[in-house]
Nanobody, 124 residues
Framework: QVQLMETGGGSVDTGASMNLSCVANGINFRDYCMAWFRQAPGKEREGVFYITPNNGAYDFGASEGRFTISKDDAKNILYLQMNNLKPEDTAIYYC??????????????????WGQGTQVTVSS
């Protein structure tokens, strides 16, 4: 059974940094693509970042270059380093996983494994 659990969220002021983690159980990271999505209040969930099994990283543009994705295959942990946070980054952040490579990484229907999400709140 695949389990994904996000940690590292919280409340910060504008300009702060935050590092989210997603621990995965039940999968081999080297065989899965991973992604970060977020959902702000009243908005649809949007893709933030995507990483392939071979560590190819793709920024979907939501962070305007302020975020970085990485993973530790040995520990099965996915990270999202977020810098210079803004109030518009306030959202629930989710990690998602799919075996292999996602044909359409931005489409959340491509992922069949999701975490519960972690709340990130940025105050102005």
């Amino acid at each position: 059974q695949v389990q994904l659990m996000e940690t590292g969220g919280g409340s910060v002021d504008t300009g702060a940094s935050m590092n989210l983690s997603c621990v995965a159980n039940g999968i081999n990271f080297r065989d899965y693509c991973m992604a970060w999505f977020r959902q702000a209040p009243g908005k649809e969930r949007e893709g933030v970042f995507y990483i392939t099994p071979n560590n190819g990283a793709y920024d979907f543009g939501a962070s305007e270059g302020r975020f970085t994705i990485s993973k530790d295959d040995a520990k099965n942990i996915l990270y999202l380093q977020m810098n210079n946070l803004k109030p518009e980054d306030t959202a629930i952040y989710y990690c998602a996983a799919r075996h292999g490579v996602a044909p359409s990484p931005l489409d959340e229907d491509n992922y069949n494994n999701w975490g519960q999400g972690t709340q990130v709140t940025v105050s102005s």
